[in-house]
């Protein structure tokens, strides 16, 4: 009897392995914006990358179903930055790193809680060798970026980590 009575008491919750912690019966969309290039340094490409990252995160941790208007939480924002600096210097006096930093500012309102509304910037870095051109790894570059970004927006809506 004691048994019993302890395992009634006791309640038994699963964790989520995708990381979201979301409330299917009050949130069931989500509407993403186009986040169009905005900073003074553009690779076309980079607009898509980022934009089919963060809709694919979307997708594959989430039962959200996307719409284009009236989400129940909504992403927009723009790409701020792409801008690189010379991370270290060789012997010889030349730059031997180069640092390539994008910049995301993003905002985010939830319909069903607008206290967990926000207006935020998110920004992810990488390094290059100097000997090598940026257009030779800027793709590869990019979508490592776009990837991370996409991971603290996901976290910082949906995951509330």
Not at 90 to 97: A, E, M
Not at 102 to 118: C, L, P, S
Not at 143 to 149: A, G, P, R
């Amino acid at each position: 009897m004691l048994m019993a009575l302890t395992l009634a008491a006791c309640q038994i919750e699963f964790y989520k392995f995708n990381g979201a912690s979301i409330d299917y019966t009050k949130t069931k969309t989500i509407q993403i914006d186009n986040f169009p290039l905005r900073s003074a340094y553009v690779w076309a490409p980079m607009q898509s990358i980022f934009q089919n990252k963060l809709t694919d995160i979307f997708a594959s941790q989430t039962k959200l179903r996307q719409v284009k208007r009236n989400g129940d939480l909504q992403l927009s924002g723009e790409i701020t930055g792409f801008d690189q600096f010379n991370k270290g210097i060789s012997s010889d006096g030349y730059s031997s790193q180069v640092q390539l930093r994008m910049t995301v500012n993003v905002r985010f309102v939830n319909n069903a809680n607008h206290k967990e509304d926000f207006e935020r910037q998110f920004s992810a870095t990488t390094e290059y060798d100097a000997t090598q051109q940026l257009t030779a790894v800027q793709e590869e570059l990019v979508t490592q970026m776009s990837k991370d970004i996409t991971d603290q927006i996901f976290n910082s809506t949906v995951a509330n980590w």
